[in-house]
């Protein structure tokens, strides 16, 4: 259960970010090869990346270009609406396979699942976060991509559903705990 300072502010999100400042570790678990799979050793990423012709994505650009491209590529392919048609497996063959077929819509997850596998295809690391409201009863949340970008020593956010990313005022792309850094700190 929420302590009572939480319950009686939770309308004011800036107000309970700027009273939790941290990220809490205990019991957390970090995983580190989950999300790193080489597409040699996986069937279904060699699959998604010859089906769908994903080295083009490559083609002329830098890490952080490529990734940009197979955000835009993945927006290209999937109708958004937030609550997903989609019944399917949760892969990004199946997903990119059923929407093509059907013209189905899909939801934030689908989508993050879908340029999460694309990047694991060409050589990056990637993850989905959920991304969860703080409530009494939680009602909704968003999905996003994390891609670690090598020319940037860092991990950054990618928003599918949106296409979209979060930068900082000059124009540094910015990872999940940055924009919170950003939010708790008024920047």
Known sequence: M?????????ENYEFILKHNKEYLKSGSVWLKSYFCSSVDDDEGLIKLKQQYQLE???????????????????????????QSDYIGK????????????????VNCLCHATVLTEVLLALGYAARKISCLPIDVVPFDNHVVTTVYIPSLKK????????????????????????????????K
């Open 56 to 82: 083009r994505l490559k083609k002329g650009r830098t890490d952080l270009e490529i990734c940009f491209r197979a955000m835009e590529w993945t927006f290209q392919q999937l109708l958004s609406k937030t």
């Open 2 to 10: 929420y302590p009572q300072w939480i319950l009686n502010n939770r």
């Open 155 to 186: 991990w950054i956010m990618l928003d599918p559903s949106m296409c979209c990313y979060i930068t900082d005022k000059d124009q540094n792309i910015l990872s999940i705990p940055e924009i919170r850094t950003h939010l708790v700190n008024d």
């Open 90 to 105: 949760l892969n990004a063959f199946e997903i990119l396979k059923h929407c093509s077929d059907s013209r189905t819509t």
